[in-house]
């Protein structure tokens, strides 16, 4: 990342739609979980709805602008698979934190029974532990990510596929597979605000190890091992820093690697003129 890109107008919308994006989405999921005035608590089914159709809409309102990402533990995915580089990760984690903050803290001021935040927190059943949620985590993670990772690839190759109704299923099913085991985070920012708010710090490990662990195999299996562009060079390329891009063009085009890397040259050259 350059300076001249870290003074740009779309850089910093980029970091707002992540600030804002989350925001939305802890609010939607925590006020889903929260239960009416002598109501019981209503199980996974509204939280799952919830997820599911607030990542649509947000990905329709932020897509184009930062990826809609919204989730620290899908950041780290694209940062491992080298599809961000590292200050911009970092920049849009902390802005989707201070969003997961605020948007559960806004939630907290509007109860009117304050004592129904801890519907907020995402913990460990006492019939399981630590592990066993983790383990949960990284299951649910790795479908929803692996399903956003999908959607991409298919979005280069121009797809038809209504690729956000799909990720807002996969963040629907992964409530329904581990809302009742670990409360299906798949997101530690949305467990980050909840604890920040309430106070609560019981084994919330869980909830960025399982969700990052999940998400990373997700990103680095499908971008290595199931995408159209996979390959061992592609692979190796991102071992050893080299440029994927290139890797990646080599693999759809058939062409050889030494005629897209001479085309990638004459193409960074003829910017660098136009940008002088």
Known sequence: ?????????????????????????????????????????????????????????????????SGAQVNPAVTLSMLATRRLDVLRALVYITAQCLGASLGAGALYLALPLKTTADHFVNRVPIELNAAQALGIEVLCTFQMVFTVFSVEDQRRRESPEPGNLAIGLAHTAGVLIGGRFSGASMNPARSLGPAIITGFWENHWVYWIGPVLGAILAGVSHEFFFARSASRQKLVACLTCKDIEIVETTSMTGSSLSTVTQNAMRAKQANKQENN
């Open 1 to 65: 990342m350059t300076w001249r890109e870290l003074r740009s107008r779309q850089f910093w919308r980029a970091i707002l739609a992540e600030l804002l994006g989350t925001l939305v989405l802890v609010s939607a999921v925590l006020g889903a979980s929260v239960p009416g005035p002598g109501e019981a608590p209503g199980g996974p089914m509204y939280p799952a709805v919830a997820v599911g159709v607030v990542i649509v809409a947000l990905a329709h309102c932020f897509g184009e602008i």
